[in-house]
């Protein structure tokens, strides 16, 4: 194809903003970068372009309009060459409700029903949304599509997806499980199917996407049939700092008896639990594993509690599943740590698994490869590409609009 084919695709944290520039048909990144801690005086912009970093200092003043201004400014300069090779945006969405099963071009009827969402995603959808409206302003002439983490779990059956609520909770305010990461396990079903040589409709896989964030997916013919997340990003697995699964009566308890306001219980939930909280250290796994060789109890004690919950989540997804192609590890996690995944599948002996413990050593910073011994159930590792999957679907749709 001619012309231009580059693909920005822009994903917008709580107080960072991620960006690259893709070609869709390869997966090659021809420009990465981010604006970090946005709204302090260390906000800044980095990035790598062929084969060089830069820095540029961003005013603490400057949200993501001002990131996305800054990112113009060079785009009229020293990324001109670029900017003139690129054929459309794709964002990332965190929540896109019922609404949403796949990604969308965006229009002010999009516009809307992001918005509509943010009541459901109040941490996340907010800024996907000053992204989106600043780059539709930056960027009139570009189609921009975007693509939601919740989209690959619309194929959740009802009796997965529902809590055990009045239905009316869910009838009447949408209350239910969406799942998040959804451009993740999506990516991960469709490479297991090209590395097992099997067609993506007929492939089953359980996804452990382990990052700061984690989710399982279970995947069945291709697609979601049950993953972790819930109604937000805070259900399932043990997290950096989140708590996934809790007795909800806790809650109860904390509130009635210790007297937490619910702007406590957000932060006890969201950021002072998970790895964090019980080894009240840290919630990066890389400092905890350094931590637990020289050891810290509460090091140990936090990993072994993250491996032994997604060990039992694992076994749980068989259930759907009933015959598992593969068992894949994703995410910052699940990609270099192979003490994560030696603990994890340490507890899964009664399905077969069994580690290849040299493999399961070598595998890291990026590689791709099976750490299953021959002859017993698949586990493979996969670096995700999330954003590969946002500069698919992105060119898909903007082709589609021509
Ligand atoms: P995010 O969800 O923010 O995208 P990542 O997928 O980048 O997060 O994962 C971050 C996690 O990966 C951190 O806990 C980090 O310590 C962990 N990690 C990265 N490299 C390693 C490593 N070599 N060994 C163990 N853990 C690692």
Wanted: aromatic share 6%.
């Amino acid at each position: 194809m001619s012309g231009p084919r580059l693909v920005l695709t822009i994903n917008c944290g709580s107080s960072s903003l991620k960006f690259t520039i893709i070609n869709p048909e390869t997966g090659e990144e021809r420009l990465k970068g981010q604006a970090d801690a946005l709204g302090s005086s260390s906000a800044a912009l980095s990035w790598q372009h062929d084969e060089k970093e830069g820095t540029q200092k961003l005013s603490p003043g400057d949200d993501y309009e001002g990131v996305i201004g800054a990112l113009v400014k060079r785009f009229d300069g020293p990324w001109s060459a670029l900017r003139e090779q690129l054929r459309a945006i794709g964002h990332r969405v965190v929540h896109g409700g019922e609404q949403f099963a796949d990604s969308t071009l965006i229009n002010d009827s999009v516009v809307s029903a992001i918005r509509a969402c943010c009541e459901l995603a109040p941490l996340h959808n907010p800024a996907a949304l000053q992204g989106i409206q600043a780059s539709l302003l930056a960027f009139p002439e570009l189609p921009q599509v975007a693509v939601f983490d919740t989209a690959f779990h619309q194929s959740l059956p009802d009796y997965a997806y529902l809590y055990a609520l009045p239905y009316s909770l869910y009838r009447d305010h949408q209350l239910r499980r969406y799942g998040m990461h959804g451009s993740s396990h999506r990516y991960i079903g469709e490479r297991s199917a090209e590395i097992l040589k099997t067609p993506t409709d007929k492939i089953n896989v359980i996804s452990a996407h382990l990052g700061n964030g984690a989710s399982l997916c279970a995947i069945k013919n291709g697609k979601s049939v049950d993953t972790s997340m819930g109604l937000t990003p805070l259900e399932g697995l043990v997290m950096g700092s989140r708590c996934g699964d809790l007795d909800p009566g806790l809650l109860l308890h904390l509130g009635e008896a210790l007297d937490y306001s619910l702007a406590e219980l957000e932060q006890l939930l969201n950021r002072n639990s998970g790895l964090l909280g019980i080894s009240e250290l840290s919630n990066d796994c890389r400092e905890l594993e350094e931590a637990m060789g020289k050891g810290h109890a509460g090091a140990s004690l936090a990993l072994k509690l993250f491996c032994y919950r997604l060990a039992k989540y694992i076994a749980a997804y068989t259930v759907p599943l009933k015959r598992v192609d593969s068992l894949v590890f994703t995410g910052g996690i699940g990609e270099n740590s192979s003490w994560v995944r030696r603990e994890t599948i340490g507890w899964l002996s009664q399905l077969g698994y069994q580690l290849d413990n040299k493999r399961n050593e070598d595998i890291r910073f990026g590689s791709e490869g099976q750490i299953s011994k021959d002859g017993t159930p698949d586990i493979l590792v996969i670096p995700t590409r999330e954003d590969w999957v946002i500069a698919r679907d992105t060119i898909r749709l903007a082709n589609r609009a021509l």
